[in-house]
């Protein structure tokens, strides 16, 4: 009897935490362009693809251990950190190489938590993104 009360106990402990999670509502679809936005309180943003603007841009970044060749890409700028949108490449003579990168989308979702910055950046026409409200 009292190992029944206990695994009872134990599962609504359980099951009233589960319950406890808050869920997301959607608020809008938005574009995010050059001007830095913030993820307003009580809201997260789901990043789910960007809009190019034109063909890469030559990005001006130095990348380790590949010299000082002209690197192009398309970036977005996460809390002022530079992130690559596609493959980075670089044209030295008459050949196309790619640099590795820690800084590179993995082309799937980018979920932000309120008070990150967003903004297009090299390359970038707009990103699409799916504001949600957090509700308790």
């Known amino acids: 009897m009292t190992k ?8 609504l402990i359980c099951f009233s935490s589960v319950n406890a999670q ?6 809008q679809a938005k574009l995010v362009t050059s001007t830095t936005e ?4 009580g809201r ?3 990043v789910s693809n960007y809009l190019p603007n034109g063909a890469p841009s030559d990005t001006g970044i130095s990348i380790l251990g590949f ?24 044209q030295a003579s ?17 979920w932000l938590p309120e008070g ?13 993104v799916l504001e949600f409200n957090i509700v308790p």
């Open 116 to 128: 990150t910055t967003l903004a297009a950046f090299t390359g970038v026409y707009a990103i699409s």
């Open 4 to 11: 029944n009360l206990l695994f009872i106990t134990a599962f």
């Open 22 to 27: 808050l869920t997301l509502a959607f608020n």
């Open 67 to 90: 010299g000082t060749h002209n690197y192009f890409a398309r970036l977005i700028r996460i809390n002022g950190v530079n992130i690559f949108a596609d493959h980075v490449f670089m």
């Open 94 to 110: 008459s050949s196309v190489q790619y640099p590795s990168t820690n800084n590179l989308m993995s082309g799937g979702a980018i």
């Open 44 to 46: 997260v943003w789901k």
């Open 38 to 41: 913030i993820v307003p309180t």
